[in-house]
């Protein structure tokens, strides 16, 4: 009798993310060249697809228009259809950050962008928007997939999101991609966002900030010293309804892959289960890992497949949702590592 075909994860990507190849940012007053290039996800895809016994590619559905007006103001949409004016080879970098309230200024006026910006390390092209678009459908895909009755589901989402808010870009994020899945999932239940990237989730926790059934869960390196510095306090805890419902873990610096599972152990597992959610959302940086650039930490890719497998323990359906990870030459590896680890968790490796 044959031995049935254990399953294969689906994982969400349309090669248009890959169009989008922001050039430069401006970080601290110099200008750099810009980390969020194509080299992550086409290192993420060379890896999962030489794991083809575990992982199957799609292309995910498109994304409703709805579905991205119900997390994000028509202003950042109509900015992003400005910016598809722009000449093919140039990249627009806000530089001005009026003081307006919030939604004020011109969303058709790409010289306005700023008042929709929080950074000058975000560049808008005439490429964002397709790929912004397609990196949250495949978030979407994955929460939809989950809904079917899937246990684990990866978005390869590039470019991230978890730094976007409703009517904010920055943090090289312009939607919300855990958000999507999360407000996907919430339909049909209540839903813990876990944030493993190495900075702070300030856009998903601002959008579930005052509900009561999505829990947002951030470890992350201090932000008095690490971007987005403004927010990802432990004293953040949630507004109205959803007080309560947002814990902000922020970690020594260099720790070690030991220390932070530790640190997942004794504090976001014991809120997990007192929580009691239907669904878990991973906004999955892996810029923890020890030769990141951009990231302070000590994680290996053996840790990696570690924290995988204890959150997969949990024993809660996974959309785990791509966020940063910048040593691109390890990225795919890593993924991999994290998804296997999930994997063997939730019982899908036997």
């Not at 007053?29 to 992982?55: M, N």
């Not at 927010?231 to 814990?247: D, K, P």
Request: with cysteine; hydrophobic share 40%; proline share 6%.
């Amino acid at each position: 009798m044959a031995v049935p075909a254990r399953p294969r994860t689906p994982v969400f990507f349309n090669e248009l993310q890959l169009e989008f190849k922001p050039r430069y940012e401006w970080a601290f007053g110099e200008k750099i060249t810009h980390p969020e290039t194509t080299a992550r996800a086409e290192s993420i895809l060379a890896a999962v697809g030489q794991a083809h016994e575990d992982f199957d590619i799609r292309v995910p559905a498109p994304i409703p228009a709805s579905a991205l007006r119900g997390l994000h103001s028509m202003q950042l949409l109509n900015l992003y259809a400005a910016a598809e004016q722009l000449p093919g080879d140039k990249d627009f970098h806000p530089t001005v950050f009026p003081k307006l309230k919030r939604g004020e200024g011109d969303p058709t006026n790409i010289h306005q962008a700023g008042a929709y910006c929080f950074d000058s390390g975000t560049p808008l092209n005439a490429q964002t928007l397709s790929a912004a678009t397609w990196s949250a459908a495949c978030a979407r895909a994955a929460a939809t997939t989950l809904r079917k009755g899937t246990k684990l589901a990866y978005a390869l989402s590039r470019p991230p999101g978890h730094h976007a808010q409703r009517d904010l870009f920055g943090g090289y994020c312009y939607f919300n991609n855990a958000g999507i899945a999360a407000k996907t999932l919430r339909r049909s239940g209540r839903v813990v966002v876990l944030d493993i990237d190495f900075h702070h989730g300030n856009g998903t926790q601002d959008l579930f900030l005052r509900d009561d059934k999505v829990l947002t869960i951030s470890l992350h390196g201090d932000p008095r010293e690490y971007f987005p510095f403004f927010c990802g306090y432990a004293s953040e805890v949630g507004e109205g309804r959803g007080r309560g419902h947002n814990i902000n873990l922020v970690l020594e610096s260099e720790i070690d892959g030991a220390h932070y599972l530790a640190a997942f152990e004794a504090h976001a597992l014991p809120a997990i289960e007192l929580f009691e959610p239907d669904y878990l959302v991973l906004a999955a940086g892996l810029d923890t890992y020890e030769r990141d650039p951009i990231g302070n930490f000590k994680l290996t890719t053996e840790d990696f497949f570690r924290l995988g497998e204890r959150i997969g323990a949990i024993g809660l359906p996974v959309a785990a949702i791509q966020e940063g990870g910048y040593y691109a030459a390890h990225l795919g590896r890593n993924a991999v590592a994290l998804l296997r680890g999930l994997r063997a968790g939730l019982g899908l490796a036997d």
